[in-house]
């Protein structure tokens, strides 16, 4: 290993630092994602309107940093399972020939793997969050093949936001949050519960 | 195709064995693995209904039949044996059961198939590595390990795992011993921890390797930079601008970048410090370059933090840097000049002033420089950016010498090793000449012969500093000078002068050698007992260091017992002392260095029998002792002279036996005559002194009868002994035929004394002469000679003799000898009238 020895280590960083760094790498490769797929159907490139396929309870500042990274990484794997639905759906209906645009996709549907792995990490035992999706594929609003990309158009938006929320929340983690506690304050048990109900 | 040939053997034998009655346990219905170097028992058992018994079981292994040693029977039925397995083993084992003696019965016989090997080693060195791949990591790892050196000999699986959490990746490596695999993780989990290890597998066993467990990027590869390119800063020639790309996004790997370049001309890299290049950038100024060089760069990268393998060097790139103005004397060109500028001053007042090209830089100039003034030589070079600033050189007056350093030692500094020199420093000169710096020169010597400039090298030390490293690349076994000059500075003229002190030089060696060869030694003066030996200073280049003595070792022929002295380096002249006389001795003069010593080239040589001037004193003694017994002999001779004289010249008969009266043949008178000497005695007339004396005196000046005499009838002619003595002659006148051709004997008889003495007490004297010169004056002057003798001599008869007989015979002619009574000279000299001559009348007497 170049050298240095390996075994045991995880290297200098911690968790969210890896979390964080792995977060903004997959929301530069959704980006690129959405813009290949937006020239390989030439679509515009101004933002589907409609709103984010997924929601989530608003990321209120009073919510722990725990918090809000469970209730991002319910958004991303909801945004995993649409991206499936995405793929299983393309591969379906389009041509098998390889592109620029698979193998990006399959990269960024592995790499979103590895942040849902990596973020699980940071997650506080017992702590649940779910998040909904608004229109599902299978749902009235998609009709026909240009619905079907609009629809995919906007899979790829909320990958994006979702991604650059998780990038953004987990660089601002505070240096504590490096060390993941795997137990919750008391303070912000109360505060997750609140937001529940 | 062997897998398929075992099992029909397997099938043929299971036929056997169900039409048969036999069976082993265990059994199996393929190999039975079994490791090396433990026991395996096997046993057989006798179905229900055999004809056998467990006596007739006979065990074999491939085809060699087991020792019944390692049989044990268990019952009638049954017999194990126990084998230690190794590694030839694998093959059939087989129990067969059969009677010794001729039998109908069917033979029975079973078998099992054995394969031996040995349990995996556990994989070590486990690594793996995953490149980059476009702009990503690639999902590839390359893992490769040690699998040890044991072959298992049985089929053996490497597996590799890889996890990423719970997300796992495997993969079979089926090479037989594989020493590597790859693993496809179908996308690189870049920010993730990834944990890696291997499994080997076989039918005896199984082994982990230890896992690697790190940070994804631990087994990333980046790309070497890339787009790397070098530019030339043309305002700053001493600076080069170093461009490139990063080969990896940031948000996969955050690189760290390493510079590293050399001269063209060089092979010696120097790297930027990565201190100087951390942080994620794409450009980097190399600065303090020298201005028109050429100079290659090459770069690589690393995860941040070393978070990452290293990546290979990028291509090298090749760029000069600019040209640029002199900004010192100069020493380096920084551009191509175009040409110098010299001027040559004396006292300020130009004396020459040349613009010379850079094809042309050897030129000569003659100058005379009177006592009492100084010149100075300014050179400025030129190159297509500008003029550089003077290089000035003064050379001082003459009658003026500024002080040098003072303790200059130097010492070697074992690290490089380098060379440390270290001085005094200069004391507070005058208010007005100040110390400026000091200036090392060191020059090799010597140099080679056909070069006739000396290679000097220098470096600037500040006047503050007493003690530095000399910058050189010093050849060990060399000899350099190393010198210090102290460099002034003072104001005159309205310029600065910078003038160098006296310097202050020592020989030094970086590393000492043993001399490459020894003196060769001759021997220039071999004595009796010492020897002087001289041999040549060993030449500079081949001392390789300082000579701290030479050791001269001599040994007596080849007897090898060496005897040594030592002498001190600056002795190449010795003498040998305590030497064996006229003796072989072997020498030679051994050379020595602190590193070593090494043996001249010896001679041999022998010492002389005899010392310095024994041979002289030895001739000296001989020659003296020669002198001593001559002068011994002269003065015996002189002592006895009378005895000699009788023995040399013996006694001449007595005249006066010739008596004519005794001639009478019947009348012998002579017998009955008393013996009775004539003598003659010599009277001085002159002054009474010796006849000798007067022959020298006298003879010159006259010429009478006496003197005559005293030629014609000399014994010799010489001698002082035979004088005064008068001839005798025989002649006869009447028969002068007959003393013409005769011998005629002559005598005189002295009888004078020595230089005056009274003759009378001498004894008498008697010479004789064979003479064969006739008497001329007796015979021709026979007047004269009455007449001389009537002066100066006379005789005296004896008393025997009468007178009347005598005077017949001195006038007849005759002369016979009268032999000379001392004691009766005065009676003698009273009778004038006796003749001393007397004739012989009667002829010539034969004697």
């Known amino acids: 290993m170049a050298g240095r020895g390996t075994n045991g280590r995880h290297g200098s960083r911690g968790h969210a630092g890896r979390a964080a760094a792995l977060a903004r790498l997959l929301h530069k490769e959704c980006s690129q994602l959405l813009e290949l797929y937006r020239n390989s159907e030439s679509l515009p490139s101004s933002p589907v309107d409609g709103g984010y396929l997924v929601s989530i309870p608003p990321l209120v500042p009073q919510l722990s940093d725990a918090e809000k990274i469970s209730i991002l990484h319910a958004a991303l794997k909801e945004c995993l399972r649409l991206l499936e639905d995405v793929i299983t759906r393309e591969d379906a209906d389009f041509s098998d020939e390889d592109s620029e645009y698979k193998r990006k996709r399959k990269t960024v549907r592995d790499r979103l793997g590895h942040l849902l792995a990596s973020t699980e990490q940071l997650l506080v035992d017992g702590q649940k969050f779910e998040a909904k999706v608004k229109e599902e594929l299978d749902g009235q609003a998609v009709r026909g093949s240009f619905g079907l990309k609009m629809w995919i158009v906007r899979v790829l938006q909320d990958l994006v936001h979702w991604t650059g929320q998780t990038s953004d929340t987990l660089r601002s983690l505070p240096a504590e949050m490096e060390k993941a506690p795997k137990t919750m304050s008391r303070r912000t048990r109360r505060g997750a519960e609140k937001i529940r109900k | 195709m062997g897998s398929s040939h075992d099992l029909l053997l397997l099938l043929m034998f299971l036929h056997y064995a169900v039409g048969n009655c036999v069976k082993i346990l265990p059994d199996s219905s393929s190999n039975i693995v079994l490791e090396v170097g433990k026991d395996f028992t096997a046993t057989c058992h006798l179905l229900e209904g055999s004809a056998y018994t467990s006596d007739d079981i006979e065990w074999s292994l491939g085809n060699v039949s087991i020792v019944k040693q390692s049989y044990r029977k268990i019952n009638e039925t049954s017999v194990s044996v126990t084998v230690n397995i190794n590694s030839n083993m694998s093959g059939w084992l087989r129990c067969r ?299 001082p007056r003459s009658d003026k010498e500024l002080p040098g350093v003072e303790d200059m030692s130097w010492s070697v500094r074992d690290e490089k090793p380098e060379l440390q020199v270290k001085w005094t420093a200069v004391l507070p000169l005058h208010h007005t000449l100040h110390l400026f710096e000091y200036l090392l020169e060191w020059v090799k010597i010597p140099q080679a012969v056909h070069q006739t400039e000396l290679q000097a090298d220098w470096q600037r030390v500040p006047n503050n500093v007493t003690i530095t490293t000399l910058n050189a690349d010093l050849e060990k076994f060399k000899r350099y000078n190393i010198s210090v000059y102290p460099i002034y500075k003072y104001y005159s003229g309205h310029m600065w ?280 004056d007796c015979e021709e002057h026979p007047d004269h000679l009455n007449e001389s003798h009537s002066r100066s001599s006379y005789f005296r008869r004896g008393r025997e003799l009468e007178p009347g007989v005598l005077a017949p015979e001195c006038d007849g002619g005759s002369l016979t000898f009268c032999p000379v009574q001392e004691e009766e000279a005065s009676p003698v000299a009273e009778d004038p009238s006796a003749l001393c001559y007397m004739p012989q009348k009667s002829g010539y007497r034969p004697q």
């Open chain 2, 97 to 395: 059961a059969a009677k010794n003696s001729l039998s109908y019965a069917q033979t029975c016989i079973y078998g099992i198939l054995l394969r031996t090997g040995y349990p995996p080693l556990k994989p070590k060195n486990l690594s793996c590595i995953a490149v980059q791949e476009d702009k990503d990591i690639s999902s590839y790892l390359n893992c490769s390990w040690d699998p040890g050196s044991r072959n298992p000999l049985i089929v053996t699986t490497y597996t590799v795992y890889a996890n990423v959490y719970v997300l796992s990746n495997r993969t079979d490596c089926n090479q037989h011993l594989a020493r590597s695999c790859i693993v496809n993780l179908e996308t690189f989990p870049i920010h993730m921890v990834l944990k890696v290890w291997v499994e080997v597998k076989n039918a005896l066993g199984s082994e982990r390797s230890e896992e690697l467990q790190t940070d994804s990027s631990y087994f990333a590869k980046p790309n070497p930079p890339l787009n790397v390119q070098v530019l030339t800063e043309v305002n700053i020639p001493t600076c080069l601008m170093v461009t490139w790309k990063h080969p990896i996004d940031r948000t996969i790997l955050k690189l760290s970048y390493v510079i590293e370049y050399r001269k063209a001309a060089s092979d010696v890299w120097i790297e930027v410090p990565e201190s100087f290049t951390r942080g994620y950038i794409e450009s980097f100024r190399l600065q303090s370059l020298e201005p028109y060089t050429q100079y290659v760069v090459q770069m690589r990268c690393i995860g941040e933090s070393y978070s990452s393998y290293w990546s290979n060097w990028s291509h090298s790139v090749t760029e000069s840097t600019a040209e640029c103005i002199l900004l010192q004397a100069p020493v380096k060109a920084n551009g191509k000049i175009l040409l110098y500028n010299l001027s040559i001053n004396q006292d300020n007042e130009m004396f020459e002033s040349r613009n010379i090209t850079a094809d042309n830089l050897r030129q000569t100039y003659s100058m005379e420089l009177p006592t009492g003034k100084m010149a100075s030589i300014e050179i400025t070079a030129v190159n297509s950016v500008g003029v550089s600033p003077k290089a000035t050189l003064f050379i």
């Open chain 2, 497 to 776: 002068h910078f003038q160098a002190g006296r310097p202050v030089t020592r020989p030094a060696y970086i590393q000492q050698g043993t001399p490459e060869e020894g003196p060769t030694v001759t021997v220039t003066k071999s004595k009796k007992n010492s020897a002087e030996l001289t041999w040549k200073e060993i030449p500079l280049d081949r001392q390789r260091g300082f000579i701290t003595n030479y050791t001269i070792f001599y040994e007596i022929g080849n007897t090898k017992q060496w005897k040594s002295v030592t002498v001190g380096p600056n002795v190449h002249t010795h003498v040998l002392t305590d030497l064996a006389s006229e003796t072989d001795y072997v020498v030679n003069v051994e050379a020595s260095t602190e590193a070593g010593s090494v043996n001249g080239t010896g001679c041999t040589f022998k010492t002389m029998k005899y010392g310095d001037g024994e041979v002289e004193v030895i001739v000296v003694v001989v020659c003296l002792s020669f002198l001593f017994l001559t002068v011994f002999i002269i003065m015996l001779c002189l002592r006895k002279r009378e005895v000699l004289k009788k023995l040399l010249w013996p006694q001449v008969p007595d005249p006066s036996d010739s008596s004519i009266a005794h001639w009478s043949p019947d009348f012998p008178i002579k017998a009955d005559l008393p013996k009775e000497d004539v003598s003659v005695v010599e009277v001085d007339v002159f002054d009474g002194k010796s006849l000798c004396e007067e022959d020298k005196g006298v003879l010159p000046l006259k010429k009478d009868k006496y003197l005559s005499e005293e030629h014609s009838s000399g014994i010799g002619g010489s001698s002082c002994m035979s004088s005064p003595r008068h001839s005798v002659s025989d002649s006869d006148e009447g028969d002068s035929g007959q003393t013409t051709a005769s011998t005629v004997q002559y005598s005189s008889v002295r009888a004078s004394g020595y230089k005056g003495q009274t003759p009378s007490h001498q004894p008498p004297a008697f010479a004789r002469s064979e003479s064969t010169q006739p008497l001329l």
